[in-house]
């Protein structure tokens, strides 16, 4: 079985900073892309994040020069550290898989950014 566990969200001020960390098991995490979504009240889930096997990164637009994916694969952990903090990234994020073409995700973490 897979598990997905996000952790570190909470409420900042804008222009601030968190670490949000994803701990996986039940797959060779190593050689599996980890992505991170988020979704806004009202809004579609959409991809924030995706780090790939070999270190490859790929960013939204918006949150390009803020975010940063790392992924720590002797703790299978995938992180990512969000600096300058806008009011327009609040939203529960989520840690995310595949296996073959199943998703896999975890349960989100809320960040809320406070004007």
Known sequence: QVYLRESGGGLVQAGGSLRLSCSASG????????NWY???PGKQRE???RISSDGTTNY??????RFSISRDNAWNRVFL??????????????CNTE????????QGTQVT???
Do not use: C
């Open 27 to 34: 797959i060779t995490f190593k050689i599996h892309t980890m």
């Open 38 to 40: 988020r979704q806004a």
């Open 47 to 49: 991809l924030v994040a």
């Open 60 to 65: 939204l637009d918006s949150v390009k020069g």
């Open 81 to 94: 550290q969000m600096n300058s903090l806008k009011p327009e990234d609040t939203a529960v994020y989520y």
């Open 99 to 106: 296996r073959g073409t199943y998703p896999y995700w975890g």
């Open 113 to 115: 950014v406070a004007s």
